[in-house]
Each structure stands twice: as structure tokens, then as C-alpha cells.
């Protein structure tokens, strides 16, 4: 695991808890939606979640296509490794999913509606 992690994961926690005290505990406004109209509406979670998921296949097969085939992904890639250093799988999916969450939370449901 990398030493980087635990800082990670407490920096995008402390993200999504701005985001949580700033949208619904000060402005008793939805975090999740960016107006009352909006919460109203119908959820389609299973639609939701094969576009995001489609998205994110998409967003990785374009990395390794990049990776692969241009000096510049390379370049990224190395530099990436050298910063972060050694990543097991699991570390990579908890990252992900941390900085997905924590930077939505706050830049599209506490900052964008403002």
C-alpha cells in the first residue's frame, strides 16, 4: 500500500464532508441534486449506473490506448508511477472511487449550483 492512501483518502474525505456541512447543514439545500426541482424528479439508478460505467470503460480504455501508442501517455504514465509508486489493484479502485466521490460531492453538488 502506498503512503500516499491514508493522506488521499482523508483529503477526499474531507472533501465530501465540506461539501456535506456547507450544502446541507448551512444551506439546507439537496447535496445530491442541484435544485429542489431536480430532487423531485424521477432517479433511474440502473440507467445511471451503466452510463457511468460505460464512461469510466471508455475514460480506461483510452488511457491504455494512449499509453501504448504515444510518447506523451507514456510520459504520464511513468510519471504516475514515480509519484504514487507501487499500486495494487485494490488501492487503485479505493483511490478511484474516493476521488470520484469527494470531488464530486463538492465541486458539482456544493460549489456548481452557487
Do not use: C, K, N
Not at 35 to 45: D, F, G, I, N, T
Not at 49 to 68: F, P
Amino acid at each position: 500500500m502506498t503512503r500516499w492512501l491514508p493522506l488521499a483518502m482523508g483529503f477526499y474525505g474531507a472533501l465530501a464532508a465540506a461539501a456535506w456541512v456547507w450544502r446541507g447543514a448551512v444551506l439546507r439545500e439537496p447535496l445530491l441534486y442541484a435544485s429542489e426541482v431536480a430532487a423531485q424528479s424521477p432517479l433511474h439508478p440502473l440507467r445511471d449506473a451503466m452510463v457511468g460505467l460505460a464512461a469510466a470503460g471508455l475514460l480506461i480504455g483510452s488511457s491504455r490506448l494512449l499509453t501504448r501508442h504515444s510518447a506523451a501517455g507514456r510520459a504520464l504514465a511513468a510519471e504516475l508511477s514515480t509519484a504514487l509508486g507501487p499500486l495494487s489493484p485494490g488501492a487503485v479502485i479505493l483511490l478511484a472511487l474516493a476521488s470520484g466521490i469527494g470531488e464530486e460531492l463538492f465541486f458539482r453538488g456544493a460549489l456548481q449550483p452557487r
